[in-house]
Structures are given as structure tokens and as C-alpha cells.
């Protein structure tokens, strides 16, 4: 081992690094748990999806014009630009759209189909980045999203019968897939153009009312208004855990812990939201299901760590992370 290797080992596990390192698994730990309650929340409250994402991009956009202000308040910066606000639109629009229809889809299938067919979207981030920012993926890559498509066909046709899945909420989920590809795209070419988080997210979540607010009018019959308690509950959790919480863990965590890392955490979400689902609100998983299960986070997970270590995939976690 030359003096250099012994430097780089020693600065590797330096105190300091690692607890960065020990910051960033609990800061994605945190955010992994809390984007995966949101399904069972929003199927716990009863309530009409589109009219809980409706609000709940309500309570995001003040949470985030909160954070602008007081920051802009101390360092006296500007507020964002109409250039901005223009960069941003299309992320926003599509985000809008996806959370309205994936909390849709959530109350119309089941949690293991909802969440598992969701978490194909970086198989299709792949060939689309290549395509359309002239990125050099590592196609090899791919072999692996094989093993998760064959782990998602085992979770859709191996569940019990009279289940809570349902056809047309899967193929709903699929239109949610390619909305959020469609977010993930537009939020890279934004934030490429130098817009900073704070700015983005504070402009994506009014933006998203735009085409959210229209969706739930359309499901809702226009009854916005119409939230229980229990809804309320929920548009109020998943405006501090999703909204603000994640979000704010996955800042942290990209300053501490490779893409790579993050990816591969990332991949123990939808299971978990099936965990909580069969815990809260009793529904069923087959022993096939657990196997697909088990296939796609592994297949994933490969997946991810193989593309994303050359950073040859748009990264899912800019600003985020799903995943609502």
C-alpha cells in the first residue's frame, strides 16, 4: 500500500466522515419511512385521493413559501423570477397531475400493486435520459430491471382473489409511472439551468395545484370541500411527513451519502408500504407476492447501485424522490 492509499484510507475513516455518513443513513432512513406511509394513510382516510393530494399541495406551497421567505428575509436574496417560474411550469404541471392521480390509484387497487408497479420508473429513467439529455447510460444496467419486472408480474397476478386490487387502478398506476417520469425529466432540465432547491420546490407546489386542483374537481364531482376528519388528519401528515420532512431528509442526505447509496435505500419503500398496509388496514399478501416482492427490491437495488454510480441515470432524489 503506497503512502497515498494509506492517506485516502485513513481520510475515509476519518471521525468526521463517518459521521456524515451516520447523518445521512438516519436522514434517509427517516425519509424512506416517511414516504412510505403515505399510501396507507391516504387509504385509511376514506376520502377521495385527488381531494386529499389537492390539499396537500396546498399545505406543501405554504411550507415552502414559509422556508423562501425566512430565508430571503436573512440573506436578502430575491424571490424567484418570472424566468424561473417558466423553467419550472412544466415539473409542476406534471407533478400536480401525479400526485393527484397516484393518491387516486392508491383508494382504487391495492398497496402492494400501487406501489410496486411505481417503482419501475427508473427503468424508464434510463433509456429517456440517454435519449434526451445524451447521457452514456450503462446499458448493461438493464438486465437487472428484468428481475424487478418479473418480481412486479408476480406481486399483480399472484395476489389473493377479492382483494383490493383492482385493473383499472393498475393501469391508472401506469399513467402515474409516466407522469412522474415526466416530473423527474422536467425537473432535471430546470435544475440544470442553476435553480436552486428551495426555489424549485417553492414554485413546483403552486404550479401543481393547476392541473391537481382540476383532477380532484373532475373525480370529486366538485365536492373539494367535502373532507371528514380522518381526511383532514391525513392532508395535514402528508403535508409535514411527505411535504416538508423527506424532502428536507434527502437534502441532507445528498450532501453525506453516495447517489448510489440513496437509490439503493430508496428500494425498501414500496415493501414497507405493503408492511403497514397488512398491519393498518388488514390487507392480504400472497406468498408468491412476498417472493415478487423480494425480486423487485433486489433487482432494483442492482440495478441502481450499477447505473447510478457513474451518475449515468437521472437522479430520482432531485429534488424528489417519490415518490408525493
Known amino acids: ?105 392508491v383508494t382504487r387497487t391495492s398497496i402492494a400493486h400501487a406501489e410496486f408497479i411505481a417503482a419501475l420508473a427508473p427503468l424508464i429513467l434510463l433509456p429517456a435520459g440517454a435519449f434526451l439529455f445524451g447521457e452514456h447510460p450503462n446499458w448493461g444496467a438493464l438486465r437487472f430491471g428484468l428481475i424487478s419486472i418479473v ?8 395476489g389473493h382473489a377479492g382483494g383490493d386490487a383492482s385493473v383499472g387502478g393498475d393501469l391508472l398506476m401506469i399513467v402515474v409511472v409516466a407522469l412522474w417520469t415526466g416530473y423527474l425529466l422536467a425537473s432535471k432540465r430546470a435544475l440544470r439551468t442553476g435553480i436552486d432547491t428551495i426555489d424549485f420546490m417553492s414554485c413546483v407546489m403552486p404550479l401543481g395545484m393547476l392541473t391537481a386542483g382540476p383532477i380532484a374537481l373532475v373525480i370529486a364531482g366538485g365536492g373539494v370541500l367535502d373532507l371528514g376528519a380522518k381526511g383532514w388528519v391525513v392532508v395535514l401528515a402528508m403535508t409535514v411527513l411527505t411535504g416538508m420532512v423527506a424532502h428536507g431528509c434527502i437534502v441532507v442526505a445528498q450532501g453525506s451519502l453516495p447517489v448510489a447509496s440513496i437509490g439503493v ?29 423480494a425480486l423487485v427490491m433486489f433487482g432494483l437495488g442492482l440495478f441502481t447501485w450499477k447505473s447510478q454510480a457513474d451518475r449515468s441515470v437521472p437522479d430520482p ?6 415518490e408525493r
Open 317 to 322: 432524489t432531485e429534488p424528489i424522490p417519490n
Open 151 to 158: 418480481g412486479v408480474a408476480m406481486v399483480l397476478f399472484f
Open 265 to 293: 435505500m430508496q428500494t425498501a419503500q414500496p415493501a414497507l408500504a405493503v408492511l403497514w398496509g397488512f398491519i393498518f388496514l388488514g390487507e392480504d399478501i400472497g406468498a408468491l407476492q412476498v417472493v415478487g416482492m
Open 1 to 105: 500500500m503506497t503512502a497515498r492509499d494509506t492517506t485516502d484510507v485513513a481520510t475515509d475513516a476519518s471521525p468526521e466522515r463517518l459521521r456524515r455518513r451516520a447523518v445521512g443513513v438516519v436522514a434517509m432512513t427517516i425519509a424512506v419511512l416517511s414516504f412510505s406511509v403515505s399510501s396507507p394513510l391516504i387509504k385509511w382516510s376514506g376520502e377521495t385521493g385527488s381531494v386529499i393530494a389537492f390539499w396537500r399541495m396546498i399545505g406543501a406551497a405554504v411550507a415552502w413559501w414559509a422556508v423562501l421567505f425566512v430565508l430571503r428575509h436573512r440573506s436578502g436574496r430575491s424571490y424567484p423570477s418570472a424566468t424561473t417560474w417558466r423553467m419550472v411550469a412544466p415539473a409542476g404541471l406534471f407533478f400536480g397531475a401525479n400526485i393527484a392521480l397516484f393518491f387516486t390509484a
